[in-house]
């Protein structure tokens, strides 16, 4: 009698209320850098809560490699879909749209459209950017390849003892599947992708990731020389590139922070060796085991 009672009263009362789910601590975003530290703050992006990954030491140093012009040969057909969107939404000529896109590549489509077009709603650049984004998978690295010497220099700077990462301003799930359809992702421990946040951001949560160990940033752009120069201790090498009415020189890279650049990365691990002069942030890069 007294078990029916108590279901009487169960089933008259109204289902418990689910306790609230507690905010997502702190711990879990990734580091943001304050938006104090770069004139190019407008992402149209929202961040990714994920577990935060516990830091840890490592054998050598870590490189942070970019994708798009430095892993993979793809700034020109990028370009030339940037230049057709900003053609169509905003009537710019092909070739000055191309030209605007390569003097500002290296920082989020979004950042880029802000700048070049700060009059403009910020609904409207983001509808552009979204269609850039769709383009630029579909078109562009439909026919993205690595650079020749980027599998077996990943290859050997894997056997070598250097950790290697990925900070690109692409979606990470789209670089992790361009780069497992080139065989390359498995020498790579970690993808940051827009979903994380800016290269600078990026940069502070390999720093947190990795607090003892050496920090170089391979990249291709101005952009990425000035992310590096704002984390202290990160060190940036780069790749020069020429292409059709744009060219960034060795010297230009140089100029912008770079403490290395060549067209090729192919003797990346020589100047790993003994590109970064004494004192600097590099000064405790371990030599090459024999």
Do not use: C
């Amino acid at each position: 009698m007294a078990d029916r009672r108590r279901a009487r009263r169960a089933k008259a009362s109204p289902p418990a209320r689910a306790p609230a789910v507690a905010p997502a601590p702190t711990g879990a975003l990734l580091p943001v850098v304050p938006a104090s530290t770069s004139q190019f703050t407008e992402v149209a992006r929202l961040p990714v809560a994920e577990p935060p990954v516990a830091p840890r030491a490592v054998g050598r140093g870590v490189l942070v490699f970019d994708l798009d012009g430095t892993i993979l040969d793809d700034i020109g057909p990028i370009s030339a879909v940037a230049a057709a969107v900003l053609a169509e939404a905003f009537g710019t000529p092909t070739e000055e749209g191309r030209l605007h896109y390569l003097a500002t590549t290296g920082m989020p489509f979004e950042a880029q459209l802000a700048q070049l077009y700060p009059d403009v709603p910020a609904a409207t650049r983001a509808e552009v950017a979204r269609t850039f984004h769709d383009r630029k998978v579909r078109e562009a690295y439909k026919e993205a390849r690595p650079f020749p010497e980027m599998p077996g220099l990943l290859k050997r700077l894997g056997r070598e003892g250097w950790t290697l990462v990925v900070s690109t301003g692409a979606e990470r799930e789209m670089a992790d599947l361009v780069l497992e359809r080139e065989g390359l992702r498995f020498w790579f421990e970690a993808v940051l992708g827009s979903g994380q946040g800016t290269k600078r951001e990026h940069l502070a949560e390999f720093r947190r990731r990795f607090p003892e160990a050496p920090l170089y940033l391979i990249g291709d752009s101005r952009f990425d020389m000035e992310a590096a120069g704002s984390i202290p201790g990160v060190v940036a090498l780069a790749r020069a590139s020429n292409l059709p009415g744009w060219a960034l020189t060795p010297a230009d890279l140089t100029r912008w922070g770079a403490r290395w650049a060549d067209y090729s990365l192919a003797s990346l691990p020589e100047a790993l060796e003994t590109a970064v002069p004494k004192g600097s942030a590099g000064r405790s890069l371990p030599r090459r085991r024999k």
